[in-house]
């Protein structure tokens, strides 16, 4: 199998300057590395604010792929992910370089690291729109019920991917049992910070990109076609976005109420990768 370094982590915690100093360091031994970012959010175009998606200079000139690939209106699944990111990947390898996937998304990195093979379950319309009449309180309940661990990592203000793995559960009848396929050889890099300190990198983080107009973003973004309901299915900062864009809520309300949203956002993510006893940690 060939090489595959992954650098994991909860949101905040310097995966992308690691990643970056990482390939910059490799270099100098005359290894090409390359990164493939794994977040579900960075793969939509125009949420770079909004996704704290690294930018131009940032990059140093190290390539990045899985960024901008997918228009917002439209839902881009974790099979999609795995397809593309896998294309990504194998064209890195053939080049002689060396991919390094980086990322927060625990479902995207494992599709493929571990080679998950995905359940192809189609769209059911008719349980789509009998879910879509539920608040999000009650999907996540629903979910809970029928699959208590796809529940612990999921984003429960997401309403899109609550309803698609409720659909999932229920097309076979039970939870489905995740069956392997490994690919490639894999390091897998666990980065964490101390709770202090990543609650305050959290809080920086997210008033640094509100300063830098996070807000007239996500108005360009829904000036452009992007309409509410679909900004907050896609959570977190579009999410609240929406909902001060709306006015039903205050910018003090934004800034404390996400900044509480993506901690906990940090501790599911911390949970999914703890269960991996094969990560390497580096606190």
Not at 21 to 40: F, H, N, P, R, T
Not at 41 to 52: E, T, W
Not at 158 to 181: F, H, M, Q, Y
Request: with cysteine; hydrophobic share 40%; glycine share 6%.
């Amino acid at each position: 199998m060939k090489p595959l370094i992954a650098i994991v982590g909860p949101t905040s915690a310097g995966k992308t300057l690691f990643s970056i100093s990482l390939a910059k360091s490799l270099k100098k031994s005359g290894i090409i590395a390359e990164i493939v970012s794994a977040d579900s959010r960075q793969v939509y175009k125009g949420l770079n604010l909004l996704s704290g998606k690294v930018t131009k200079k940032e990059m140093a000139g190290i390539p990045h792929h899985m960024l901008d690939i997918v228009n917002p209106k439209r839902v881009y699944s974790v099979a999609e992910f795995k397809k593309d990111a896998e294309k990504a990947i194998d064209a890195i390898l053939a080049r002689g370089h060396l991919p390094i996937l980086v990322g927060g998304t625990g479902f995207y990195i494992d599709a493929v690291t571990k080679g998950v093979i995905l359940p192809e379950v189609k769209a059911n319309p008719r349980l789509r729109k009998s879910l879509s009449r539920l608040s999000v309180d009650k999907l996540f309940a629903k979910l809970q019920n029928i699959d208590p661990a796809r529940a612990q990592d999921i984003d429960k203000h997401n309403s899109v991917r609550l309803i698609r793995a409720i659909e999932i559960a229920t097309a076979l009848g039970k939870v489905p049992s995740i069956k392997k396929k490994p690919k490639y050889k894999v390091l897998t890099i666990g980065l964490d910070l101390d709770d202090v300190v990543l609650k305050k990198n959290i809080k920086t983080r997210l008033v640094s990109r509100v300063k830098a107009g996070m807000l007239n973003e996500a108005k360009k973004l829904h000036d452009a076609g992007l309409n509410y309901k679909r900004m907050e299915e896609l959570g977190l900062e579009c999410r609240y976005a929406s909902l001060y864009l709306q006015k039903n809520i205050t910018k003090e309300q934004l800034l404390s109420e996400l900044e509480m949203a993506i901690w906990h956002y940090a501790k599911r993510q911390r949970t999914w990768f703890n269960r991996d006893k094969e990560i390497i940690k580096v606190i």
